[in-house]
């Protein structure tokens, strides 16, 4: 038997509002609507309640599939639980299940999976295109200039970061002194500075302050394929780093 397809998640009342303004081609806010296709991908789940609550009339035929599919009365708790990301979308509230959408710690996320003994170039192509303009760069790893790595990990920043003028910031105990030097005799054009940064699990490329490219395995990994790699892309207004 087939299973039913879950859609991602649902609208606060003031958002489904918004949505339907949208989707019946009315005036809405674009940033909002943004925010939401962002979250959604457009696969939202509704009710005939909340309909019914925000004043809208929808059709016999509607009506007729969300009954049928058992989307009737719940409040918008237990219908989240019935969606694949089990999250409210609102412009305000926070605890969980609601996600604001000007703010929230969670968020949509762009990245890459990559299982043990797949190609990493997909990856590699796609953060040298994200530093390609970059004009400052924060490298975070402890484990960056590690002896067993660093020769993988200098060939990896020499071939990802662009050859231009760039400033890199880094904490001087993931990078020596000496290993700086040898990137500045291969990069005559970057700049470094030791600064003190706070401490991380994670391992992260920060691109001019706003944009956070979070690696799960480390830089190493993602030229070895010994290991699953991950990464994820968040967008922010200003940095954790703070550097």
Partial sequence: MAKSVKNNLVL??????????????????????????HYSGGNIQ????QYQRIGIEISRELNQKLRSAGYTTQTLEDLAGKTVYRIILDSERTDFPYVCIKDDNINPMLGGCFFRNCSREKALSHLRELCRN???????DKYLGQTDNWRSNRDLILSLLPDKKLTIHYRRDHLSDDLVEELKTVRARWSFEAVELPTHHDRYLIVDGNMEIILTSGFYHLRSTAKELTYMLRLCEKSRFGA
């Fill in 134 to 140: 970059a004009s400052e760069i924060i490298l975070y």
């Fill in 46 to 49: 509704v009710n005939t309640s």
């Fill in 12 to 37: 606060s009342d003031n958002l489904l509002k918004e949505w339907i303004k949208y989707k019946r081609g009315e005036d809405f806010s674009q940033n909002t609507i943004n925010k939401i296709l």
